[in-house]
């Protein structure tokens, strides 16, 4: 148990809806990150954010946003789903202000299927 | 744009037939190498931190190296538990506190009994 949980662990959702992916990191972590993981993309950097402020940005779409909130948990924002927005979706945490030991740790993740 | 390239793409051992994984990479400065194991349908599990060349690093059977190209993860002596998604990462040298990782597509290793 890594210590970062998320919610919900399946996710099932036509095109077009919206959805809320939730993470809460591990006691004492400052920076929260969101990856996309599907069989033909590996694992993508979609964003993070530290103590409540963006810090970096990947390949995350417009239609997805995400925000962290004062009890440093995070939220994903998935909007106008497609077929191809399937996938597992990670949440990982590390304390975010280390030069060195700044070891990211995951959730279980969040399986989103879109029909 | 940095890059991380894993081979092989999949690897089946017998049980205690030792092997090494391999992971290249291009970064314009390095922060930070890391292993990570995952399990199907599991989040990835933190092995180790490399941040120089020449750094080693061991856990049970695995130990990580690391060199200024490439890292290596030598397996020695592999169970059928040790079978899984073996996944490299690097992290670059960003100012503040900007720390994204950038992963391989993963080494499937396969331990037979």
């Known amino acids: 148990d890594s210590g970062v949980t998320q919610t919900p662990k399946h996710l099932i959702t036509a095109t077009g809806q919206r959805v809320t992916l939730r993470c809460s990191p591990r006691?004492?972590?400052?920076?929260v990150y969101w990856y996309q993981q599907s069989l033909d993309q590996g694992l993508q950097f979609l964003i993070q954010y530290y103590n409540g402020e963006e810090r970096a940005k990947g390949n995350i779409l417009e239609r997805f946003s995400a925000q962290q909130f004062p009890d440093l948990h995070s939220e994903l924002n998935l909007s106008s789903l497609e077929l191809g927005d399937s996938a597992l979706y990670f949440c990982a945490s590390s304390a975010g202000h280390r030069t060195v030991g700044d070891e990211q740790y995951f959730g279980p993740g969040t399986r989103l299927t879109v029909t | 744009e940095d890059q991380v390239t894993q081979s092989p793409e999949a690897l089946r051992l017998q049980e205690g037939e030792s092997s090494s994984l391999n992971c290249s990479y291009t970064v314009s400065g390095l922060r930070g190498l890391f292993w990570y194991r995952q399990d199907p349908g599991k989040g990835p599990e933190f092995l180790f931190t490399l941040y120089s060349a020449g750094e080693e690093k061991e856990k049970e059977r695995l130990k990580a190296t690391l060199t200024k190209k490439e890292s290596f993860l030598h397996i020695t002596a592999p169970k059928p538990e040790d079978s899984a998604t073996y996944l490299c990462?690097?992290?670059?040298?960003?100012?503040?506190?900007?720390?994204?990782?950038?992963f391989g597509s993963g080494t499937q290793l396969t331990v037979l009994p």
């Open positions: 006691s004492g972590d400052l920076s």
């Open positions: 990462a690097v992290q670059a040298t960003f100012s503040g506190s900007a720390r994204q990782l950038t």
